[in-house]
């Protein structure tokens, strides 16, 4: 070989060594999947509004997530209805196609189909699922079990065991011995499976040594949904506590990564009892879980992917009801419980909702497309106009992992 051809040959390596090591670095090794259960852009308007009320203002104190750089839009439908649901859109949102209303993780025909959870943890990488609702409800369960009717909670529950997902988190289990409660205990199946389960604030550094999955729960004998965040006591374990001890668990400088999907899941229950006051705070919780990710974010920014959208709107939310151009948030200071807790509070709250000039069209969900924001590596494929089946492709592509349905 004369020089020349050597210089061209070594170049050559060099060039594709380079573009390879260049690939690499470009994909997204930290992954954050936020969805705001029924957080439509008006929630989100609402709770900025809100903040600038606090301070004596009118107009937008931005959350943080609606500062990221990418901003796009997502239709919602599912097959059959143009008002998607939770199990439908949270189907589209981990596998990638679209089913119908009350089916989880399965077709119309009722094959299954597969979460990029199992996607990216063939692929080597650690997986976290959070909710601040219990955890066979059904968004966090479209990103671990198959059912075609998202009421089959226990059917889901003892789906979550064989998964070897590294953490879940947040509120329990609806049933977790069964409908008639006859049957062995899921979390039997969560020891024997391997995992360590801590239960109550605090309990997860109690018992993280050591451990290789984690299930991170309420106190013993607390189930279901945690509090809101207009009902907490000190005791209550909060969405933010729970992300916060997934990343701390998830995170391995020398692991391939992880990819966490935390959930808001109670902005669309305060939606659903048209609580202004509980939304809004609901809201405001689910930035501070999201905050923790922006934390991370900082210390590894070239390796950091966060994603934040919503699975679908509740309530019709607007901003602007009756005439007048004005909203007046004073008349919500006096509500320190939500509707759901204090049923005898809901004609107050009807009230001062109208008077604040906040309107709700329903008390279920509406079809509007929903908004995207993202920071990071491969953020810019969440820029402009999609479907919610795009968006795990999307996130798979910005990994670098093939995405590959059934
Ligand atoms: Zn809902």
């Known amino acids: 070989m004369n020089n020349r051809i050597k210089q061209l040959t070594t170049l050559l390596i060099i060039g594709l060594c380079t573009c390879g090591c260049a690939q690499n670095t470009n994909h997204a090794k930290y992954v954050f999947y936020f969805i705001g259960d029924g957080m439509g852009l008006s929630h ?20 943080n997530f609606t500062q990221f750089p990418v901003i796009g839009l997502s239709s919602t439908y599912s097959i059959g209805n143009f008002i998607t649901e939770s199990s439908a859109a949270g189907t589209a949102l981990s596998t990638g196609e679209k089913t119908t209303n009350s089916a989880l993780g399965v077709r119309p025909d009722s094959t299954h189909l597969r979460s990029i959870s199992y996607m990216i943890h063939d692929a080597g990488y650690s997986i976290g699922i959070v909710s601040n609702v219990s955890i066979d409800h059904a968004t966090p369960a479209a990103f671990y079990a198959c059912s075609p009717s998202r009421s089959d909670y226990y059917g889901i529950a003892l789906q979550l065991p ?26 039997e199946s969560i020891t024997d499976a391997g995992y360590a389960i801590a239960r ?70 305060a939606a659903h009892s048209n609580d202004a006051k509980t939304t809004i705070l609901e809201v405001l919780d689910f930035a501070d879980a999201i905050n923790l990710a922006i ?12 994603v934040v959208t919503a699975d679908h709107e509740t309530g019709g939310l607007a901003l602007g009801a009756k005439n007048g151009y004005n909203l007046f948030f004073d008349v919500l200071k006096t ?16 009230l001062s909702n109208q008077e604040a000039r906040i309107g709700w069209t329903t008390t279920s969900h509406t079809g509007v497309s929903v908004p995207i924001f993202a920071i990071g590596v491969g953020s810019e494929k969440f820029s402009g106009q999609m479907d919610n089946t795009d968006i795990p492709k999307k996130i798979c592509a910005a990994m670098g992992i093939s995405f590959n349905q059934q």
Not at 48 to 58: D, K, P, S
């Open 44 to 63: 989100i308007s609402l709770t900025e509004a809100y903040l600038a009320a606090n301070n004596g203002e009118i107009g937008n104190t931005p959350l």
């Open 200 to 269: 109550g604030v605090g309990s997860y550094q109690l018992v993280k040594e050591g451990a290789s999955k984690m299930f991170y729960t309420q106190d013993e004998g607390v189930e279901g949904d945690l509090p809101y965040a207009i009902d907490r006591t000190e005791n209550s374990l909060t969405l933010p506590l729970v992300v916060e001890a997934a990343i701390d668990f998830l995170y391995n400088p020398k692991g391939k990564g992880f990819f966490l999907m935390s959930e808001g899941g109670k902005i669309d229950w």
């Open 295 to 306: 934390t991370f974010y900082n210390q590894h920014p070239n390796e950091t992917l966060i």
């Open 335 to 350: 509500q320190t419980t939500s509707v759901d807790t204090d049923k005898s509070i809901a004609q107050a709250v009807t």
């Open 162 to 187: 064989l998964t070897g997902f590294e953490f879940f988190g947040g509120g329990g289990f609806i049933r977790p011995s069964g409908r008639d409660k006859d049957q062995p205990s899921v979390y």
